[in-house]
């Protein structure tokens, strides 16, 4: 995914209220404050009336004025850095001197239906009441504004809400937007279910090569299509053609890989089974270590293994594929040695 660096001098502005934007003439604002968006306020360093020369607010036709798009104005006043992340990139979020803003780097997941939790990832984020989330539709005609149901400083929990379409997902701190992406609304489906931003694993899509007969490096796969949580692992045998694959865009409902990771929370220590139904191949890892393997192109297929845990969190990892168009499944199942198996239940998981 591509993300979009902030204007320097048009700013789009996203408010609780309205959508609209807010022309902000940084030729007027001190020169005095590397890094400050905008004016400082008053009894901050380089604060000035209109009319007092500078250091302060140099009004149109005063020396040392500069007008947007002239020589030495994109020297004077910082452009919005681009911040890498893992899954190709939000850019945008200089800081302020004067109220944290925050810089966001990345989000989870970024396909879902309304009602799921987006968890955003980044740094300098105040909980000072500031941040709203805004979904603007493809078409401009809708813009569905969420509050934060949680702030840390590298951390923004938001649900998406009612009314929100694919489009544009944009951050606003103090009105200036720090970041935004493209996100992908859907209906419910197997691979699209409402999940709390705390809660569920991460699902990751790629599409493979026609002819695929077997699970693929996911190490040389790149960066992923798309992302989606989902509460369990728990897709019965169904026929195409809605899938996650249909949600993300041209419909592709053969060859594509997935990888599902997140917490896993065992309340007792003992010596479990694990169960994988699978169609096509996949398989299983806890900890780092391949419990369960079921590659290969196949019908619904149901294999097992055994492992050791302790009580307390454990990495999940469950990788996927699906060969050519045919009925899809994939459930994880878990017992003590000796128990009946029964579905590693949504309560069970967490995603970070």
Known sequence: MKFVKA??????????ATVGCRIEDRGTAPRQQPGYYGQPQPGQ?????????APGYLQPGQPGYVQPGQPGYPATYPQPSQAPAASGGWTGGATSTARPQGVVKDLSPTTGPVGTGVVIMGDNFANDGSLT????????????VARPIAVTQKRIDVIVPPGARTGRMVVTA????VGEARFIVTGEDAFTRPVAPDR????QLWPLQPGVQKLPDFATLG?????????????ASREPPVTIASMAGPPLLENYAMRFSGTLNVASAGRYTFALAADDGARVAIDGKWVVTNDGVHAVTTMQGDTD???GPHRVVVEYFQGAKSPIALQL???PVGGALTLVGPELFSRL
């Open 7 to 16: 204007l320097p001098a048009l700013l789009c502005v996203v408010t609780l």
């Open 45 to 53: 360093p380089g604060y000035g009336q209109p009319g007092q020369p």
């Open 133 to 144: 989330v805004t979904f603007i539709s493809d078409d401009n005609t809708v813009a569905s």
């Open 174 to 177: 103090w009105q200036q937007p």
């Open 200 to 203: 569920g694993l991460v699902g």
């Open 223 to 235: 960066i992923p299509l798309t992302t989606v949580v989902v509460p369990a692992l728990d897709i």
């Open 309 to 311: 845990l302790a009580a």
């Open 333 to 335: 199942l878990w017992a």
